[in-house]
């Protein structure tokens, strides 16, 4: 069964830094996304990456996040950097059985999904 599990949310000054983990637990063949959503807003693609660590990003947060994974302990992480008022939102990892695609930011891609873990970043 896949199980997803995200943790580190928390409210943090603009500038700041924070890392999200993704506990998956999850066959071999997926990959992990992270979304994020806010109130009245659909939710928005952060980035992927597929299992050989191949990464994409949205241009949003392109240079300021990074996702990583270890696969031994199936915990994807978003390390995010330079924290921006506008990142303030609920974070989510999703799976999918397969690589990640070119067009990798459709929601309706991912099976599995976490609960959602709140970021705020005050100005």
């Known amino acids: 069964q896949v199980q997803l599990e995200e943790s580190g949310g928390d409210s943090v000054q603009a500038g700041g830094s924070l890392r999200l983990s993704c506990t998956a637990s999850r066959p071999s063949s997926y990959c992990i996304a992270w979304f994020r959503q806010v109130p009245g807003k659909e939710r928005e693609g952060v980035g992927g990456?597929?299992?050989?660590?191949?990464?994409a990003y949205a241009d949003s947060v392109k240079g300021r996040f990074t996702i990583s994974q270890d696969n031994a302990k199936q915990i994807t992480y978003l390390q995010m950097n330079n924290l921006k008022p506008e990142d303030t939102a609920t974070y989510y990892c999703?799976?999918?059985?397969?690589?990640?695609?070119?067009?990798?930011?459709?929601?309706?891609?991912?099976?599995?999904w976490g609960q959602g873990t709140q970021v705020a970043v005050s100005s």
């Open positions: 999703a799976a999918r059985n397969g690589w990640l695609l070119r067009e990798w930011y459709y929601t309706y891609e991912y099976e599995f």
């Open positions: 990456i597929d299992m050989d660590g191949t990464t």
